[in-house]
């Protein structure tokens, strides 16, 4: 049986894009990132394999695309089923998806509605943004990760998220760490995994980005 070829059409600061990383890395598989200049003009193959969104990530296995981080890990999982990345149980399972449907909703909006604040972060955005992580630290409870003892679906959904969490707390002028001390916790432990360290890139870098996006888009 040949080799199935792994591509994923890739964004270095997108942590939509890095939760496929991740998954892939969990599962490891090989695969091949090819970045995409989202400023400078879309490739064709993106175009024409999402063409709806025209968005990344877009996995493609064995040249079969498929759109959307969340749908994508799902996949990735039933089609490679070891080491698991759901719990065992239908209801377990159930609750995972939930979380990720929460945080899929919820972080990456209240994170923009910091750093996209022209003058002074309202008061608010910052109360929702830490609301919000309260919330999912409260799940988290005194598990080690998401799903209990194991790094899984629901952490892979959200760890890459947090490397836009710096790029916020200077913004906002805040510590996640102050606010939320368990949930930072998580964080830290998440990113000494191999799988996570060598996808999820230094947060300076990503601040820096935010900074130089912010003027792209005339807030500075």
């Keep these: 049986m040949s080799k199935a070829k792994l591509v994923i059409l ?23 990132a090819q970045a995409e ?10 175009l024409s394999s999402n063409p709806i969104y025209k968005k990344v990530p877009v996995f493609l296995h064995d ?3 498929l759109c959307e981080s969340l749908i994508i890990v799902n996949y990735i999982d039933e089609t490679w089923s070891s080491p698991p990345l759901l719990p065992p149980c239908s209801y377990g399972r159930a609750q995972a998806r939930f979380w990720a449907d ?24 910052k109360k929702e943004f830490i609301e919000i992580l309260k919330q999912l630290e409260e799940a988290l409870g005194d598990k080690d990760y998401f799903i209990g ?21 200077k913004i906002g ?17 998440c990113l000494q995994r191999e799988s996570v360290a060598k996808v999820v890139p230094p947060p300076e870098k990503v601040y820096e980005f935010v900074l130089m996006f912010r003027k792209m888009q005339g807030i500075d």
């Design 10 to 32: 890739d964004c270095w600061v997108s942590p939509f894009c890095m939760r496929v990383k991740i998954a892939l890395n969990e599962k490891g598989l090989e695969y091949e």
């Design 37 to 46: 200049d989202l400023f400078g003009g879309k490739s064709e193959l993106l």
């Design 63 to 65: 040249g079969k695309p």
């Design 102 to 125: 929460f945080i899929d909703k919820k972080v990456f909006d209240a994170c923009g509605n910091i750093w996209r604040s022209k003058g002074e972060v309202p008061v608010e955005a």
């Design 149 to 169: 003892t194991t790094f899984g679906f629901v952490d892979i959904i959200l760890i890459p998220l947090t490397s836009w969490f710096f790029a916020v707390e």
């Design 173 to 189: 002028g805040f510590t996640v760490e102050a606010e939320c001390p368990k949930f930072s916790n998580w964080m830290k432990r």
